[in-house]
């Protein structure tokens, strides 16, 4: 079983945008592998080529675990991939206003807590990361907040994601095959299961 | 039973194991298919926990992705794609998973394949590790983008723990005009929607545009559900699909195909049933549809300029272009028939119909990319890739291309491409400054013959311009 997620405390990384994709957050050509292994070295690696100051390149940012950003991040493939790469730059949580969902319910199988935020809040974190960048974050899963020096605001998360990551099973994959006779019986109703028999 | 409740639900309901500790439903699934890019690391997982697959005639494998479409002599060239190859050919043997491998006919671009062999059939639940599986949904089934870990959950157990998506009516009623077409029904909805509109959606498309429409068009509205955040989407089952499923390799046969059709009928939804949401969209408000940015709903109608709005800055940089300026005459690169949107052949017949007579224009760069290996025989049974290559166009063998660039075709610096996929997010194309215009496969054909974005129904009607 999976250890328990209740809160992720690190500093931050600001990248406050709107619709971040996920080939953007890791470009097809890293796909070619057979295993998620050193796709932490490449996320987000056409922007950052692309732009000096992306906060991923930020020395200030390197060892920031929590990342802020904007609307509908993750949107696009399914490629678990993308959270695989992020998780392995060491992000440990994302807060942002919103999620793509098959985004979504990758990083919650990765244990990655991602919750949602008012843009105002996600302004303010960000400001406060920006001003000190060794500011730490608490994302608090019981409490549904997100913390930053004073700063205290709500986060949202789906209450079956928040519970898989508090009591440890958001790997589903063990609790799914405890169903073996239900997944039997439910088969056997299913007509095309039987071939219309 | 509750009368009156809509496919979305009567599937869900059918496919419920029970309900899981997270509140959340175990969901069985009746197909999964697989492809080479983000199978490998589920099959290890199998392997890791010593597990074998539960299903396996209920699974089922091609190649698309990281395939050639020139030279597919093996060993590739690109050694990692090779052991890609090398790794779905051992896990689908060593797991005695059925594998559509480049030397069997029926190979191609999985949300091709899946239709054309009628492994796709109404009622059913149906995941890949992709996000557009949502195609399926044009059969009247809950089709399902997944990442690896849920590939791996549904090879070992045939189940999903997912939650229940609300359920949103897409209304589109009335006379599409000419030159416009599928494609440009599921742009217009996406931008008026949003690419986030349908987050905690599934949607239902319904109305007589749809009705009307070939399982093929279906298919592509369906495609690109996901592009406007929706879990998924699906048109119901009627007599189009019951037609379109007779008499294919994996479709019931003699009376049990009676049967099913019946069933598939039933699964429809009921009239009157309830939805959580209903949008309407007037037919007559759709036109050729392309889009300009670095989203798919950042689209306009081909007579329209681009906004200019704050937040339109960062796409028009990108881009290059200005805001204001028509799209109607924007030179371009390259473009591309192809991709799980729009590769089929009625999609190849609809482009040929406009190339045939014309060349691509000078410096343009114009490839054709069949969906399957099936779509390529049948085009060429038809004579299309002599039309296509009589007017310039490179004729490929089937795979996912340049839609996302996993193999050698790609996109070279700035080039601007006009294409008839599902994506253009910076870099999808492959080149991490190459820009993407989608639209349908007939307004790349004009685009190609033209050398800039040109308006399709100019070519259809000339009289009338």
């Known amino acids: 079983m999976s250890s328990e997620i209740r809160k992720v405390t690190g500093t931050g990384v600001p990248l406050v945008l709107d619709d971040i994709d996920t080939d953007r957050i890791i470009p097809a050509r890293y796909l070619r592998c057979v295993t998620f292994d050193g796709l932490g070295d490449h996320a987000f690696e056409d922007d950052r080529q692309q732009d000096e100051s992306h ?138 299961f039987t071939s219309f028999a | 039973m509750s009368e009156r409740k809509n496919l979305f639900n009567k599937v869900w309901d059918l496919h419920t194991v029970r309900e899981m500790p997270s509140g959340q439903t175990q969901l069985m699934i009746g197909l999964h298919l697989i492809h080479e890019v983000t199978s490998p690391q589920a099959f290890q997982m199998l392997r890791e926990r010593e597990l074998r697959v539960k299903y396996p005639d209920r699974t089922i494998a091609t190649v698309d992705h990281i395939v050639p479409t020139d030279n597919q002599a093996r060993p590739f060239q690109d050694l990692l794609a090779e052991e890609m190859m090398s790794a779905i050919e051992k896990n689908c043997d ?112 319904a109305g007589d545009v749809f009705e009307r429409m070939t399982m093929e068009e279906r298919m592509t509205v369906c495609n690109m559900s996901i592009e406007g955040g929706a879990r998924c989407g699906y048109i119901n089952p009627d007599q189009t699909t019951i037609d379109y499923l007779r008499g294919r390799p994996f479709s019931p046969e003699g009376e049990a195909f009676e049967k099913a059709a019946q069933w598939w009928l039933n699964m429809a939804s009921d009239v009157d049933s309830e939805f959580d949401d209903v949008y309407q969209i007037d037919a007559a408000d759709i036109e050729p549809t392309v889009t300009w940015g670095i989203n798919p709903a950042q689209s306009v109608g081909v007579s329209e300029s681009l906004p200019a709005g704050e937040s339109d800055q960062e796409a028009l940089d990108f881009m290059d272009l200005q805001g204001g300026q028509p799209i109607k005459g924007q030179k371009i690169d390259v473009a591309f028939i192809g991709s799980c949107t729009n590769s089929r052949i009625s999609d190849l017949r609809e482009a040929a119909e406009l190339v045939k007579g014309h060349r691509v224009a000078e410096g343009v760069r114009a490839m054709v990319v069949p969906g399957s290996q099936q779509v ?33 075709d790609k996109l070279q610096g700035r080039e601007m491409c006009a294409s008839s996929s599902n994506r253009n997010f910076k870099g999808r194309q492959g080149s991490p400054t190459g820009r993407t215009l989608l639209m349908s496969p007939a307004m790349v054909a004009a685009a190609a013959i033209h050398g800039e974005v040109a308006d399709v129904r100019e070519m259809l009607e000339p009289a009338h311009t």
């Not at chain 1, 990361?129 to 500011?135: A, L, R, V, W, Y």
């Not at chain 1, 020096?149 to 609790?175: H, K, M, N």
């Not at chain 2, 849920?150 to 229940?164: D, E």
């Open chain 1, 55 to 192: 906060p991923f390149d930020d020395a200030r940012f390197a060892s920031g675990s929590v990342l802020v950003s904007g609307r509908n991040f993750g949107c696009g493939s399914s490629r678990e991939h993308a959270p695989q790469s992020l998780l392995r730059w060491g992000i440990q949580a994302v807060v942002a206003e919103s999620f793509a969902e098959i985004f979504f319910g990758n990083c919650t199988s990765l244990g990655i807590p991602a919750v949602c935020a008012s843009r105002a809040d996600l302004e303010k974190l960000a400001a406060a990361i920006e001003t000190d960048p060794s500011t730490e974050l608490t994302v608090d899963l019981e409490n549904c907040t997100v913390s930053c020096g004073d700063l205290t605001a709500e986060v949202t998360i789906p209450e079956s994601a928040r519970t898989a990551l508090l009591t440890g099973q958001y790997d589903f994959l063990t609790q799914l095959l405890e169903a073996s006779e239900q997944i039997a019986t439910t088969g056997k109703a299913i007509p095309y």
């Open chain 2, 94 to 205: 060593e797991f005695g998973v059925r594998l559509l491998n480049l030397d069997d006919n029926r190979q191609g671009i999985v949300h091709v394949v899946g239709p054309e062999q009628g492994l796709t059939q109404p009622g059913m639940t149906i995941v890949c590790g992709d996000s557009h599986t949502s195609t399926h949904g044009a059969f009247g089934s809950i089709a399902l983008g997944i990442g690896t870990s849920q590939v791996a959950h549904v090879l070992a157990t045939q189940t999903l723990a997912l939650s229940r998506p609300r359920v949103r009516k897409v209304e589109v009623n009335g006379e599409l005009g000419s030159g416009v077409y599928a494609k440009d029904v599921t742009l217009h909805i996406i931008r008026v929607l949003g690419t986030q509109g349908g987050v905690g959606f599934a949607y239902e498309y």
């Open chain 2, 376 to 408: 390529l025989q049948q085009a060429e049974e038809e004579g299309l890739h002599t039309v296509f290559s009589d007017a310039g166009f490179e004729w490929r063998a089937a795979g996912c291309s340049m839609c996302l660039a996993m193999n050698p």
